[in-house]
């Protein structure tokens, strides 16, 4: 099994607050050939999306902004409730979860999403996501660069084939570390 690369919030090149989960970043990542979790925070119409972590901040169209096949390899996380009621009544097909700060979360097609730092079991169903958050608790000179170096590459065999995907905001790097 060759593990996915999930794009965070549509993030190639590390976090970027200005353009996370903007349907900019949203397409570029899909353009890229990655998957992407985005942050919904409600619907306005059964096809139109309000983008944001902590606020609304954009509007998505599944009709308009996506090719077809393309709402396939998103990752819908609902921020709130009326998110999670969106997907049931208007995108049931739709790959969706809902989490807070839980070990780990069951999206609507049985993959295990796992919060940051718990990830603990690995497997064809199984989400890391942001393992960048972890290894950089252990080196605090130069993060990315001295923790995928030391920490991921000794291991990168293991990290390539025992997930289904990886969520990081650096998909960019991960996908040549995983190369």
Same mark, same amino acid.
């Given at each position: 099994?060759?593990?996915?690369?999930?794009?965070?919030?549509?993030?190639?090149?590390?976090?970027?607050?200005?353009?996370?989960?903007?349907?900019?970043?949203?397409?570029?990542?899909?353009?890229?050939?990655?998957?992407?979790?985005?942050?919904?925070?409600?619907?306005?119409?059964?096809?139109?999306?309000?983008?944001?972590?902590?606020?609304?901040?954009?509007?998505?169209?599944?009709?308009?902004?996506?090719?077809?096949?393309?709402?396939?390899?998103?990752?819908?996380?609902?921020?709130?409730?009326?998110?999670?009621?969106?997907?049931?009544?208007?995108?049931?097909?739709?790959?969706? /979860?809902?989490?807070?700060? *839980?070990?780990?979360?069951?999206?609507?097609? &049985?993959?295990?999403?796992? !919060? %940051? #730092? +718990?990830?603990?079991?690995?497997?064809?169903?199984?989400?890391?996501?942001?393992?960048?958050?972890?290894?950089?608790?252990?080196?605090?000179?130069?993060?990315?660069?001295?923790?995928?170096?030391?920490? /991921?590459?000794?291991?990168? *065999?293991?990290?390539?084939?025992?997930?289904? &995907?990886?969520?990081?905001? !650096? %998909? #960019? +790097?991960?996908?040549?570390?995983?190369?």
């Amino acid at each position: 099994m060759k593990t996915k690369i999930i794009s965070h919030r549509g993030n190639l090149n590390g976090p970027d607050k200005a353009n996370e989960n903007s349907p900019y970043a949203i397409k570029e990542a899909l353009i890229d050939g990655y998957d992407v979790e985005i942050d919904v925070r409600g619907f306005e119409t059964p096809t139109l999306l309000k983008l944001g972590h902590d606020d609304v901040q954009y509007r998505f169209d599944l009709k308009k902004d996506l090719k077809k096949g393309e709402i396939n390899r998103i990752w819908f996380h609902c921020k709130t409730i009326d998110a999670v009621d969106g997907f049931v009544r208007h995108q049931p097909k739709a790959n969706f /979860f809902y989490h807070v700060t *839980d070990d780990c979360v069951l999206t609507s097609k &049985g993959f295990v999403w796992y !919060y %940051p #730092e +718990k990830f603990t079991w690995s497997g064809e169903k199984a989400v890391m996501v942001l393992p960048e958050l972890f290894w950089s608790r252990a080196h605090e000179d130069d993060k990315i660069q001295i923790v995928w170096d030391e920490e /991921f590459v000794r291991n990168k *065999d293991f990290f390539a084939n025992a997930y289904y &995907g990886i969520c990081t905001d !650096y %998909p #960019e +790097k991960m996908k040549g570390l995983l190369a």
